[in-house]
C-alpha cells in the first residue's frame, strides 16, 4: 500500500454531492497539512481506487489543485504534489499583511463585546490543541481566529479571497509551527492583538499584527535548510 492509499484509506465521500469538488477539497486539507508532502506522486488509478470513483472526477480534482499550485501534472509521466514556492509564499503574504493590517484597524475602532469574547475564546482552543501537541489542531485554531477578526469586520469575502493563494504560505507556516516555542509565541501574539483592539489602540493593534505575520518569513533559510527538498527557491 502506498502512502497515498494509506493516508486515504478511510474517506467516504458524499455520494449526494458532485465528487470532482469534494476531492479537490480533501486532497487539498492532506496537502496543506503535510500529510502529503512536496514530490508524493498521486496515482489516478490510485485515487480512483480510493475515492470509489472513475477517473474522470479524480482529473478534474487534480486539475483544480494545479490551478492554485499545489501539484504538479506532467502530462503521460505523474502528478506530484509541488514543492512550496518560496516566492509564491512571499506574495501571499504581502496580500495577506495589507488585508488584515486594515482588519486590525478597523476593529481596534469599532468592535462589540461579543466579537472580542469569540477572538478568545478562539485562543482558548489553541491553548487546549498546544497542551495536546496537536500541530493540525493548532493549525486550524489559528485560522480560526484570523478568519474571525475578517468576519468581524464584515470582509470575511476577503478571508475566502486569501485562502485560494495561501497553499504555499500555509505549508511554510505549518513546517514552521512545530519549532520549540513557536505555538507559544503565536497564542501569546493573538493575546497581544487582541487587547489592543479591546483597547481601542490602532497603532499597537497594527505593531502586534505586523510583527505576527512577518516570523515565519524570517525563518525561511532555516526551514529550508531543515527541508530542502520540500522548497522551491525564488527563480
Known amino acids: 500500500m502506498s502512502q497515498t492509499q494509506f493516508i486515504l484509506s478511510r474517506v467516504e465521500l458524499d455520494r449526494s454531492r458532485h465528487a470532482a469538488p469534494q476531492i479537490s477539497e480533501i486532497l487539498r486539507n492532506y496537502i496543506l497539512n503535510l500529510q502529503l508532502v512536496p514530490q508524493t506522486v498521486l496515482s489516478r488509478a490510485e485515487l480512483s481506487e480510493c475515492f470509489g470513483v472513475s477517473l474522470t472526477p479524480i482529473r478534474d480534482a ?17 502528478t506530484t504534489v509541488s514543492k512550496i514556492d518560496i516566492r509564491n509564499a512571499k506574495q501571499a503574504h504581502f496580500l495577506r499583511r495589507s488585508i488584515e493590517l486594515e482588519v486590525v484597524r478597523s ?21 487546549k490543541a498546544l497542551e495536546r501537541n496537536d500541530w493540525d489542531a493548532l493549525s486550524k485554531t489559528d ?13 470575511e469575502e476577503l478571508w475566502q479571497l486569501q485562502q485560494s493563494s495561501n497553499g504555499h504560505l500555509d505549508r511554510l507556516r505549518r513546517l514552521h509551527l512545530p519549532e520549540a516555542g513557536k505555538a507559544e509565541r503565536i497564542i501569546q501574539e493573538h493575546k497581544t492583538i487582541v487587547q489592543a483592539i479591546k483597547n481601542h489602540d490602532v497603532e499597537q493593534a497594527e505593531e502586534s499584527l505586523r510583527h505576527h505575520l512577518s516570523e515565519t518569513l524570517s525563518h525561511i533559510p532555516t526551514i529550508c535548510q531543515l527541508y530542502p527538498d520540500y522548497i522551491r527557491l525564488d527563480s
Open 62 to 78: 487534480l486539475l483544480s489543485l494545479s490551478a492554485k499550485g499545489l501539484v504538479d501534472i506532467y502530462p503521460q509521466h505523474a
Open 107 to 127: 476593529l481596534a475602532q469599532h468592535h462589540t463585546e461579543e466579537q472580542v469574547y469569540e477572538l478568545e475564546d478562539s485562543i482558548a482552543l489553541q491553548e
Open 143 to 155: 485560522k480560526l481566529f484570523h478568519q474571525q477578526m475578517h468576519r468581524a469586520a464584515r470582509v
